[in-house]
């Protein structure tokens, strides 16, 4: 089962737009991490927050989260056309002495020259 | 730092025969998962190993998925028989045991059962 769902599912900007795609999930977590996926190929993390954390940083990332709501957002400003690609969020969930990773449904999305 | 090396990157059966596939993890890291991530999808976590032994197996389909980590380094994970639906790209990744909590991935073996 899938523990995040992703909204939107598909996201079309311009180049230099500000892009924002929003993950909620069901359940206690410990940490929340995206990551990117460009076509065929594996995943790639682009940045963590624990579950004390309200907002971290990271170049042209931005991620919040609300424990309280049950939801993250991760927002890419001035965007890129090498920033088209699938994002997904993680939730880490610490069980039996290791985390356990699961997977949202992913935004696809694509920059526009 | 080497990455973490999947193989084979494509992969075609029909259906009711057998794949394997094989994944090296980065050298040093002690958890080991498989994801099953379905076009379109998220990845779906299949099973999920610490050193040598098994913390997570709950969404592996144990009839016809098997999988095993001998040495707690190199792992593969075996489909016998394959079903269509079983068409999808399989996913390695690997952490370093304790704090460190980001997930290092392969390029994953795309697999199409007709």
């Known amino acids: 089962s899938q523990q995040g769902e992703e909204d939107p599912q598909a996201l079309s900007i311009q180049e230099g737009e500000n892009a924002t795609m929003n993950c909620s999930y069901k359940?206690?977590?410990?940490?929340l991490q995206w990551y990117r996926q460009n076509s065929g190929r594996g995943l790639v993390h682009l940045i963590l927050i624990r579950s004390n954390e309200r907002e971290k940083h990271s170049g042209r990332l931005r991620v919040t989260l609300d424990t309280s709501k049950k939801s993250s957002s991760l927002l890419i400003t001035a965007s890129r056309a090498a920033d088209t690609a699938s994002y997904f969020c993680a939730t880490g969930l610490l069980s039996s002495g290791t985390y356990k990773y699961i997977f949202g449904t992913g935004t696809r999305l694509k920059v526009l020259a | 730092e080497a990455g973490v090396a999947q193989s084979p990157r494509y992969k075609i059966i029909e259906k009711r025969q057998s794949v394997a596939f094989w994944c090296n993890p980065i050298?040093?890291?002690?958890?080991l998962y498989w994801y099953q991530q379905i076009l379109g999808q998220g990845p779906k976590l299949l099973i999920q190993?610490?050193?040598?032994?098994?913390?997570?197996d709950s969404q592996l389909p144990k009839d016809r998925f098997s999988a095993e980590r001998l040495k707690g380094v190199d792992s593969t994970l075996k489909i016998q028989p394959a079903k269509l639906e079983d068409s999808a790209v399989y996913l390695c990744a690997s952490r370093v045991q304790g704090d460190r909590e980001k997930l290092f991935f392969g390029s994953g073996t795309q697999l199409s059962v007709l």
């Open positions: 190993f610490q050193n040598n032994g098994v913390v997570d």
């Open positions: 050298s040093g890291h002690a958890t």
């Open positions: 359940t206690s977590i410990n940490n």
